[in-house]
C-alpha cells in the first residue's frame, strides 16, 4: 500500500484514451490498493488511473456510503436516465468546479479485480461519479463538459 502521485491539469496523461485491463494479477490488486489509499488520503469521490499517470480502464469510487470503495475495471454504462446539474470538481484540478449535467440514474457494468463481471447502480453523487470516472479513461475532463466554472466567490460558497 503506498500513495500515488495524483496528476494535475495540463498533463498528457489526462487527455488520453485508457486501454483495457487484461490481467486480473497481484500488479492490479496493488494500483488498486494503492488507489484507494490515494484516495482517502485526498478526500476525494473517485480517481481514475490516468490520475496517477496509468493509462488503463481502472477507476475507484468512494461517495461515504455502505458500498465504501467501489473498483470499476473495464466499466461501461449500459443505463442512464434523469438529470441533475450541479457544481462539479476533481483532484486534478484542486479549487476549480465548474456547473455539470449528468444523469441522475446510471447502471455500469465493471469486472472486479478478479475479472468477475459484476453490474452497479447508482444515483445522484454516485451516479456523477461513475460518469466522471469513467470519463476520465476517455481522456475527457468535467471542464470539457462544464456549462461555465465558478468563479472564486461561488467556490469559497460551496
Ligand atoms: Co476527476
Do not use: W
Not at 490481467?23 to 480517481?47: C, E, H, P, R
Not at 488511473?49 to 477507476?59: D, K, V
Not at 457494468?109 to 454516485?126: I, P, V, W
Amino acid at each position: 500500500m503506498a500513495l500515488r502521485e495524483i496528476v494535475k491539469d495540463g498533463d498528457k496523461a489526462l487527455t488520453k484514451i485508457c486501454r483495457p485491463v487484461e490481467k486480473f494479477d497481484a500488479k492490479l490488486a496493488s494500483i488498486l490498493d494503492d488507489m484507494a489509499d490515494t484516495l482517502k488520503k485526498a478526500n476525494g469521490v473517485g480517481l481514475a488511473a490516468p490520475q496517477i499517470g496509468l493509462l488503463r480502464r481502472i477507476c475507484i469510487v468512494n461517495v461515504g456510503d455502505d458500498d465504501g470503495v467501489i473498483e470499476l475495471i473495464n466499466p461501461e454504462i449500459i443505463e442512464q436516465s434523469g438529470n441533475q446539474t450541479g457544481a462539479e470538481g476533481c483532484l486534478s484540478f484542486p479549487d476549480q468546479y465548474g456547473i455539470v449535467s449528468r444523469p441522475m440514474y446510471v447502471t455500469v457494468k465493471a469486472q472486479d479485480r478478479n475479472g468477475n463481471e459484476f453490474t452497479k447502480k447508482g444515483e445522484g453523487l454516485k451516479a456523477r461519479a461513475f460518469c466522471h470516472e469513467i470519463d476520465h479513461l476517455n481522456g475527457v475532463v468535467f471542464k470539457e463538459r462544464a456549462e461555465r466554472m465558478l468563479s472564486p466567490d461561488e467556490v469559497e460558497e460551496l
